[in-house]
Nanobody, 122 residues
Framework: QVQLVESGGGLVQAGGSLRLSCAVS????????MGWFRQAPGKEREFVAA????????YFADSVKGRFTISRDNAKNTVYLQMNSLKPEDTAVYYC???????????????WGQGTQVTVSS
């Protein structure tokens, strides 16, 4: 069983930055595609970013492109989401997930963390 634990969420003013971390259990982290999703109240969960097993390829939702970056440290079994120039509409619970391919489709991701709240005030 793969376990994921997100951290780093919090309250930040618009224009500010946060870095989310996701620690993944197990010895096969380098085999996983990793993704970040978010869900705002009353809305469906949406794709944010994904990163390939080696970290060589990344993919972003248009809404965060140019503001967010995704990275991973396979030695630490951790994936990161650096969020800059945050906007109130970025407010959501952010989830990391283990996936099978770098796609924006929720059903392609098999394991999920419990989520971390990000709130951006205007």
């Amino acid at each position: 069983q793969v376990q994921l634990v997100e951290s780093g969420g919090g309250l930040v003013q618009a224009g500010g930055s946060l870095r989310l971390s996701c620690a993944v259990s197990g010895r096969t982290f380098s085999r996983y595609v990793m993704g970040w999703f978010r869900q705002a109240p009353g809305k469906e969960r949406e794709f944010v970013a994904a990163i390939a097993r080696s970290g060589g390829s990344t993919y972003f939702a248009d809404s965060v492109k140019g503001r967010f970056t995704i990275s991973r440290d396979n030695a630490k079994n951790t994936v990161y989401l650096q969020m800059n120039s945050l906007k109130p509409e970025d407010t959501a619970v952010y989830y990391c997930a283990v996936g099978r391919s770098i796609v924006a489709v929720t059903k392609e991701y098999d394991y999920w963390g419990q989520g971390t709240q990000v709130t951006v005030s205007s």
